[in-house]
Nanobody, 126 residues
Framework: QVQLVESGGGLVQAGGSLRLSCAASGLTFSSYAMGWFRQAPGKEREFVARISWSLRRTYSVDSVKGRFTISRDKAKNTVYLQMNSLKPEDTAVYYC???????????????????WGQGTQVTVSS
């Protein structure tokens, strides 16, 4: 059974940095992509970034480009989200997700991800 476990959230001042991690276990397939989503209070869950496992192709939403970097460690089955220059509007619960289809494609819909972590809170104070 696939399990995704996030860590690394917390409280940080605006302009600060955090690194989120998501460790995947129970994988029985080698072709997939992993992504990060976030959900702010009162808002819908939204796509943040995605990385393909084989070619390390990355995609991200415009609002985080130049500030957030997604990466992965294949040996550890772990994906990271390095978040720099954080803003109060980045405050949200961040979720890790896994997509078994379209490894190298740009896929951003929630329904395209079949596995989800429990989420980790990121709070950015002004």
């Amino acid at each position: 059974q696939v399990q995704l476990v996030e860590s690394g959230g917390g409280l940080v001042q605006a302009g600060g940095s955090l690194r989120l991690s998501c460790a995947a276990s129970g994988l029985t397939f080698s072709s997939y992509a992993m992504g990060w989503f976030r959900q702010a209070p009162g808002k819908e869950r939204e796509f943040v970034a995605r990385i393909s496992w084989s070619l390390r192709r990355t995609y991200s939403v415009d609002s985080v480009k130049g500030r957030f970097t997604i990466s992965r460690d294949k040996a550890k089955n772990t994906v990271y989200l390095q978040m720099n220059s954080l803003k109060p509007e980045d405050t949200a619960v961040y979720y890790c997700a896994l997509d078994r289809v379209g490894d190298n494609d740009d896929r951003r819909r929630l329904s395209e991800y079949g596995y989800w972590g429990q989420g980790t809170q990121v709070t950015v104070s002004s």
